[in-house]
């Protein structure tokens, strides 16, 4: 890929003096936290679960394609040339992208439709919405920081949102796989793998990001140390947020089921 000079090189440039702006992904945050939060009132109050239309369906299974492809698509083309900068550079060269070389060739053209993608994702909750469900906290929390955290790595060319970049678009290739597997009555075993997967990303990328925030090893702007330490206090109640998830729909269902066999037992 050639090196993006400018903004004009990039894909939907006409779309960047909008996205770039602050403003946007502060009133996205806002507007999908209060109609998540009347949606959900609704559903609760008059929603009717029923069984989705064939036309629905297959959305649902078009959007988990596309979601998987793009993920896997990011991946394959970030996480080589950030592995060949730490293989090939001294450390603290590639550490700090000395250059903005891998910033240039690659991450700034990812992280920009990376960012995009994070605006799509909130289909994910229409989704559940429109099955007469409601959205978790969790759902709710993790669509509206994502998106104000990769705007302020893209805005501010923090070099460490390689980290979020190559990390989620792993975890998210496997997820969307999942799910549309499931879309086509495929179900794989070990979803509570992904899960888990999900909260190693965050304590593995996040300690990694920790140590961008809190050294001054690399030069950066103000803007890029706020980025930084956005992206760190936004995976604090996120990664307690899935643990507690995880507790939940895996620990408890395992203990009850252990109950059970017990009490089994003692009855035969």
């Not at 759902?139 to 920081?145: I, L, S, V």
Request: charged letters at 10%.
């Amino acid at each position: 890929m050639s090196v993006v000079a400018n903004p004009q090189d990039l894909l939907f440039s006409s779309w960047f003096p909008t996205f770039d702006h602050w403003k946007t992904p502060i009133a996205t945050g806002l507007i999908y936290l209060v109609a998540t939060s009347i949606w959900n009132q609704y559903n609760r109050k008059y929603a009717t679960k029923t069984k989705p239309t064939a036309i629905f369906k297959f959305f649902v299974s078009i959007h988990n394609l596309a979601l998987f492809a793009y993920s896997f698509i990011t991946f394959i083309n970030v996480a080589p040339v950030v592995y060949q900068s730490f293989a090939t550079r001294p450390f603290l060269d590639a550490y700090c992208d000395a250059g903005q070389q891998v910033w240039n060739s690659t991450l700034y053209y990812w992280t920009w439709l990376f960012y995009l993608s994070k605006y799509y994702e909130i289909v994910d909750t229409m989704i559940i919405l429109l099955k007469g469900n409601t959205t978790s906290l969790l759902q709710t929390y993790h669509h509206a920081g994502a998106i104000f955290t990769m705007w302020a790595g893209f805005s501010s060319h923090a070099f460490p949102i390689w980290i979020f970049v190559t990390f989620n678009s792993f975890i998210h290739s496997l997820m969307y796989l999942y799910y549309f597997l499931t879309t086509i009555n495929i179900r794989p075993p070990g979803k509570k793998y992904l899960t888990y997967l999900q909260i190693t990303q965050f304590l593995v990328g996040g300690s990694i990001a920790l140590s961008y925030a809190v050294t001054n090893s690399c030069e950066r702007t103000t803007g890029q140390h706020l980025a930084q330490i956005a992206n760190c206090i936004y995976l604090v109640p996120l990664t307690y947020l899935f643990a507690q998830f995880a507790v939940k729909s895996y620990h408890r269902k395992f203990s009850a089921s252990k109950t059970t066999d017990a009490k089994a037992k003692k009855s035969s």
